[in-house]
């Protein structure tokens, strides 16, 4: 009875996850509320996607933001930029957005680690009920433990898809000149 409605609470949780995920924030912000909102929030290193003015989309991985513009990998896609080295400028002229890629925070690890401590436990405690002759004997000696290893590495792994749906995206910056 009690594996039944661990079950069912582990379903309705990973269930209903997904509509606990929030929306990607968009901000708009002038280029120098846009540094100081990428360092704060340590946006640097991550994958992005630079819409320019013309219209073109440029997926790359920030280095960092500069005075001068975008100081992004250099890439086939920036070569009109590169200043032969392994970086490249794109002028913040020539910027309309900036939208990073992935999710902020630690959720799913987290998650991840207390879906397994938790999975842990409640096996512990079904094992914990059980007769300790019974456990000794027969069978039980191998589907026991096979049984608390595999409900932790399950609740471990639904605890992280549980937090990272539930960690917000990473933003998109909408650049006002």
């Known amino acids: 009875m ?11 949780l990973v269930l209903a996850a997904p509509s606990a995920a ?21 946006l640097e290193g991550r994958k ?16 960092s933001v500069s005075g ?3 100081v992004v990998r250099n890439g086939r896609d920036t070569k009109q930029w590169s200043s032969g080295s392994a970086d490249a400028t794109i002028p913040k002229e020539q910027v309309r957005s900036v939208r990073f890629e992935g999710h902020l925070g630690h959720r799913g690890i987290l998650g991840g680690v ?18 300790a002759f019974t456990i000794s004997e027969g069978p039980a000696i191998i589907a026991i433990p096979v049984g608390i290893t595999a409900g932790a590495i399950g609740l471990g792994v639904a605890g992280y898809y549980i937090g990272r749906a539930t960690s917000p995206p990473a933003p998109e910056f909408v650049l006002q000149q």
Do not use: P, Y
């Open 2 to 12: 009690k594996s039944k409605l661990t079950v069912f609470v582990c379903l309705a």
């Open 114 to 131: 207390i879906g397994f401590v938790a999975g842990v436990g409640i096996g512990s405690a079904i094992a914990a009920s059980q007769d």
């Open 68 to 70: 001068a513009g975008l």
């Open 48 to 63: 992005l996607r630079v819409t320019l003015s013309s219209g073109m989309e440029i997926k790359t991985r920030l280095r």
């Open 22 to 42: 929030a929306e990607r924030e968009t901000v708009r912000a002038n280029w120098s509320d846009f540094q100081m909102q990428v360092s704060g929030r340590h």
